[in-house]
């Protein structure tokens, strides 16, 4: 496991020339470089794995046999603040195998002179290997496991496998809502989802009239290895433009939470018409804090001749309000597709809380 870790340092710093490459116009990092990064960083390991920890070239697909796309990205969770601006150090590693996939595990850490690293993010992306002939799953190397500690990463990348395998299980596209969540989807209904009720209308907002969209041109300077557009590049648009919608909805500035998940159903060819759109999904409760808002990106490439449209890529963020204030509005679905989205939005709402309060009863038990 050991030999499959790799590290980059970006020394934004020490470097004003870099810095300039990634700065925001609040004078930060943009994090959506950052995680573009992350996502290179995340293939370049599990070559790593594949090709050996003294490869220093990727060669030819046909060469090699084989060749690794990003399945998923179960979660990028931000952990402490990107200021002040530091020197920012990249790093990951191979932590399962199965029998053709592989779970990276990502770390993003701020390198203070006086106070050693801050964690700021951590992640976790699952790879699988497919054969460049069939482009059916071809087997990974299995992973050795020399000390105890590795084997609790092992454990931890199983775990992510299994929980993953039993979310799709559970899934809204498969099994209907429970009972607490029908109820609370119908109280809404009644108290926000009628047509007529003026005296909620300006709290209120349909979830269809949240959507914010982008048509671009994919150019060939953001192609990967594999002579189709990166995905990291995708997830940087996917995060750039469902941040703009959570500060329209929020009518704030926005802090990001998290990445609660990424599906990559097909790549994307050089060359196509990419449409991207932003809906808000959930947000917090009115009057409660933090105020939070889920927001969901759907890339999909348009085909020229026939008008139709097929689904890439399915990129689900969490940002929080930082003014201090609460959300200004509630979201309302109109429609059952809406509704089970909407759900969703819900359950990652909960689940992102329940992961954040677990690391801050961490974080005060090291105190």
Wanted: neutral net charge; hydrophobic residues 40%.
């Amino acid at each position: 496991m050991h030999e499959t870790y790799s590290q980059i340092v970006l020394p934004f710093a020490s470097s004003p020339e870099l810095f300039e490459q990634y700065m925001n116009a609040s004078g930060g990092l943009r994090t959506g470089m950052l995680m573009e990064h992350l996502d290179s960083l995340a293939g370049s390991i599990a070559y790593k794995h594949m090709l050996g920890p003294s490869v220093e070239t990727l060669g030819r697909v046909q060469e090699r046999g084989f060749y690794i796309v990003t399945a998923s990205v179960e979660r990028l969770d931000m952990l402490a603040s990107l200021y002040p601006v530091r020197d920012i150090c990249l790093s990951g590693q191979v932590i399962y195998t199965g029998k053709s996939s592989m779970e990276v595990a990502v770390k993003m850490e701020a390198l203070n002179p006086n106070r050693g690293e801050e964690t700021l993010m951590l992640g976790r992306f699952s790879m699988v290997c497919r054969d460049a002939s069939t482009h059916k799953a071809r087997p990974v190397n299995p992973l050795i496991i020399d000390t105890p500690e590795e084997e609790v990463l092992y454990k931890m990348g199983e775990s992510s496998k299994n929980r993953r395998k039993h979310a799709a299980l559970q899934a809204l596209s498969r099994v209907p809502p429970s009972s607490d969540e029908a109820a609370e989807l119908h109280a809404t209904y009644l108290k926000c989802g009628q047509e007529d009720d003026s005296l909620v209308w300006s709290d209120r907002v349909w979830m269809g009239d949240t959507l914010l969209e982008k048509t671009m041109l994919m150019f060939p300077q953001e192609r990967n290895v594999h002579q189709k557009v990166f995905g990291g590049y995708l997830m940087r648009l996917a995060y750039e433009l469902g941040f703009a919608n959570a500060c329209f909805f929020m009518r704030s500035h926005v802090t990001f939470h998290s990445l609660d998940g990424i599906s990559f159903t097909q790549p994307v060819p050089i060359g196509s018409i990419l449409r991207l759109r932003s809906q808000i999904l959930h947000t917090s409760p009115p009057g409660t804090l933090p105020a939070n808002v889920h927001v969901r990106v759907v890339a999909g490439v348009v085909n020229v001749q026939t008008g139709r449209e097929e689904t890439t890529n399915d990129f689900r963020f969490t940002w929080a309000r930082d003014d201090g204030k609460s959300t200004p509005r509630i979201i309302v679905p109109k429609t059952y597709q809406e509704a089970m989205l909407w759900l969703e939005g819900k359950r990652a709402l909960e689940m992102g809380a329940q992961i954040r309060g677990s690391r801050n009863r961490a974080l005060g038990g090291e105190k």
